[in-house]
């Protein structure tokens, strides 16, 4: 800890200006982050890859930071990665931060938006950037990176343009209340043309303008409007109703939807399903097993089952393609699983014990939200 850490540790502990203490504090913080992120780097250098079949690098770094931190796999994922950048290759970086001059979220910033960039210009782009990431905010210095970066190396930034067009995707997070969100991660122009198309049929639309949006972009999709009944399937377990895909819901909200369908394919009852002769599970134990796990058993993970491999605990043929033997992985957590020294065993009412490769035990239970 240098001198500024320390007399910023003085000032916050004072009681005096309170924004004094509240920029101090931040910069203990810093330091705090700065030795995070040393940490781990540590894990990482201290852990052993794995590859796939397919040569997919499998690292179990990641999923033991999700675990010790109590994060979720992405959050993990992008820490260990900044952490391992900035101790690497930009150790000025580091020290700024931990010098209190810059947060964290700068400092991320600075090595994604640096990332494309040789050596030599990504370390002097990256101290200049310090300076001016002192004084700005963080989406000032997202855009000045961005016209930094095109000045010294024009084709850096449509490698990464193009890198990250291979990432579109669409996802539903469930959310509270009976309710989702569904988004869309595209081109700047699709998202565009996208809101615009949205924005154009509901100018003639009386009402709230968000509601009315929302209408029309579930109208343009499923051809469905707003008047007319979502065809929704409705499984009853033992735990309560929930929508097919998504999850939980109340009896009311369940009682709504069946009453306003009213067709008997509507409604699914959940039995246990018997056990299966061969491997591939059939249609009957997956869809139990997806409801049952409802998301990836790996500790922390939210991946909706039905988006997971179903994996069996004990290996096949000796271990039984029956929903006792089977749970939902993500794909990252199954290769986790099979290829690292990641290690499960069942436990007591469908939990999941969890042992990692530094010996660390984490548990994955059914009432996991």
């Known amino acids: 800890m240098d001198g500024s850490v320390v007399t910023a540790l003085e000032v916050m502990l004072s009681g005096g200006d309170p924004l004094d203490v509240a920029q101090a504090a ?8 700065a030795v995070q992120l040393q940490s781990f780097n540590q894990v990482f250098q201290e ?52 010098a209190g001059r810059i947060d964290l979220g700068k400092v991320r910033e600075i090595t994604r938006g640096t990332c494309e960039l040789r050596p030599a210009d990504r ?33 850096a930034a449509d490698r990464r343009r193009r890198a990250a067009r291979k990432h579109r995707g669409v996802r539903l997070t469930p959310e509270p209340d009976g309710m ?7 081109t700047a122009e699709e998202a565009v043309a996208c809101m615009e198309s ?31 009944p979502v065809p929704v399937t409705v499984i ?32 699914i009852r959940l039995d246990r399903p018997p056990m299966r002769i061969g491997y591939a599970p059939n249609l009957a134990i997956r869809r139990y097993v997806q409801v049952r796990d409802r998301h990836c058993r790996f ?9 997971c491999d179903l994996d069996h605990l004990a290996p096949w043929p000796a271990g039984a393609t029956d929903v006792d033997n089977l749970h939902a992985l993500c794909r990252r957590h199954h290769r986790i699983k099979t290829h690292t020294g990641w290690q499960v065993v069942a436990g007591p009412n469908g939990t999941l014990i969890w042992t990692s490769p530094r010996g660390r035990v984490y548990l994955s239970s059914l009432k996991d939200p």
């Open 26 to 33: 931040e910069a203990v913080i810093g330091f705090c982050h």
């Open 47 to 98: 852990a052993e890859l794995a590859a796939d079949p397919d040569g997919v690098v499998v690292d179990p770094t990641s999923p033991e930071v999700a675990c010790a931190m109590g994060w979720s796999p992405g959050l993990a994922s992008s820490m260990v990665d900044t952490a391992v950048d900035v101790v690497t290759e930009l150790p000025e970086l580091l020290s700024a931060l931990a």
């Open 123 to 155: 370390q002097e782009l990256a101290r200049r950037a310090i300076v001016f990431a002192a004084t700005h905010t963080r989406s000032q210095l997202r855009s000045w990176l961005g016209r930094q970066v095109d000045r010294i190396d024009p084709d």
């Open 180 to 186: 989702a969100t569904l988004s869309a991660y595209l």
């Open 198 to 228: 949205i924005r154009e049929r509901c100018r003639a639309i009386d009402g709230a303008r968000d509601a009315n949006q929302a209408d029309t972009l579930v109208e343009l999709l499923t051809g469905i409007t707003a008047a007319q």
């Open 236 to 267: 009853m377990t033992d735990q309560g109703p929930e929508i097919e895909g998504y999850g939980p819901i109340s009896q009311r909200h369940a009682a709504d939807l069946l009453a306003r369908l009213n067709l008997s394919s509507a409604l």
């Open 299 to 307: 500790p922390g993970c939210t991946r909706p089952a039905s988006a």
